[in-house]
């Protein structure tokens, strides 16, 4: 018989609940089917920023903009609280809580689309970086799989979610813009995965 600490339930909760949600966004792959293009995938103009120009924790945020003025505000909405979110789930070591996962934004070598957005997780803090294990499908990140391991920095990051002990979750501010487009029943369905309130009264 297989005996669960508190934090691998915790993790596994989680897990299957944001693989639940990002299923239902279309966001994992679908077999013999191509991936789907989600509208935070839309970018507008990006400011190249070398990471040779400048020391890694002074890199500025990566200079974009959606094609959706709703998408740009949760991005903003997101990135206030962060330092908050940071603060509250980070644990002993660097690790961080479980219960977290981050929407990064990440270059890749594709002229007119040069960033896609994945969730990840399993975050814990290197120095002046974060590596994460990729918690969807990537579409475009040359040698990426599901769960592989990714290296970030702080200004990479434009969302986040952090499961409440009900299950349901925070933060998914760029989930709440979709679902307003989205039809029922999926609406719905996706709509009960998240707290009214995307951040905690103790985060704000």
Do not use: C
């Not at 330092?83 to 990440?106: C, D, M, W, Y």
């Not at 590596?131 to 990140?141: E, G, Q």
């Amino acid at each position: 018989m297989l005996i669960w600490g508190k934090d691998t339930a915790m993790v596994l909760r989680r897990f299957i609940g944001l693989g639940a949600l990002l299923l239902a966004l279309g966001i994992l792959p679908v077999p013999a089917q191509e991936a789907p293009v989600i509208p935070f995938d839309e970018e507008g103009p990006v400011e190249e920023v070398p990471i040779s120009d400048h020391p890694i924790r002074h890199l500025p945020v990566l200079r974009f903009r959606s094609s959706d003025p709703r998408m740009n505000e949760a991005y903003r909405q997101a990135r206030a609280a962060l330092p908050n979110v940071v603060s509250a789930t980070e644990k002993r070591h660097g690790f961080f809580s479980p219960s977290l996962a981050l929407l990064i934004a990440v270059k890749v070598p594709d002229a007119e689309r040069p960033i896609e957005f994945v969730w990840v997780d399993t975050i814990r803090r290197r120095g002046d970086h974060f590596t994460a294990r990729l918690a969807a499908w990537p579409r475009r990140i040359p040698g990426k799989r599901l769960r592989d391991e990714i290296v970030f920095v702080y200004p990479q990051v434009y969302d986040w979610a952090v499961q409440a002990v009900d299950g349901r979750y925070y933060g998914y501010f760029t989930t709440r813009v979709l679902l307003k487009d989205m039809q029922e029943p999926q609406r719905s369905r996706i709509g009960v995965t998240l707290v009214p309130r995307p951040v905690p009264q103790l985060w704000q």
